[in-house]
């Protein structure tokens, strides 16, 4: 019912941006939660952020806080990701998903959205 498509990633410098973009299918965009997550090379899959139906509050894992900003445009069915201050270990496929439910511990997002993007790859050198 949702598909989402991914775009922005590629390759950075340490220290440098980057804005990830998720395009969103159907009508019912308004009614999803919308996330960003992320999977380093030989690693599992981790919660990077997620935002509320209306964009109205954000969350963050620790390590991104402060460098990262979620956001979306229901208008447009887009949400987005701003990188800054991005470092090696922020390399990763990073994924949009979308889930019809709130989930108050973070690490049972990575278990339970409804919808996956493909990914796009971001890749920070040192």
């Known amino acids: 019912q949702v598909q989402l498509v991914e775009s922005g990633g590629g390759l950075v410098q340490a220290g440098g941006s980057l804005r990830l973009s998720c395009a969103a299918s159907?009508?019912?965009?308004?009614?999803?939660?919308m996330g960003w997550f992320r999977q380093a090379p030989g690693k599992e899959r981790e919660f990077v952020a997620v935002?509320?139906?209306?964009?109205?509050?954000?969350s963050y894992r620790d390590s991104v806080k402060g460098r990262f900003t979620i956001s979306r445009d229901n208008a447009k069915n887009m949400v987005y990701l701003q990188m800054s201050s991005l470092k090696p270990e922020d390399t990763a496929v990073y994924y949009c998903?979308?889930?019809?439910?709130?989930?108050?511990?973070?690490?049972?997002?990575?278990?339970?959205?409804?919808?996956w993007g493909k990914g796009s790859l971001v890749t920070v050198s040192p």
């Open positions: 998903a979308a889930a019809s439910s709130w989930y108050t511990d973070y690490a049972r997002w990575v278990d339970g959205m409804d919808y």
């Open positions: 159907g009508r019912t965009f308004s009614s999803y939660y």
């Open positions: 935002i509320t139906r209306s964009g109205g509050a954000t």
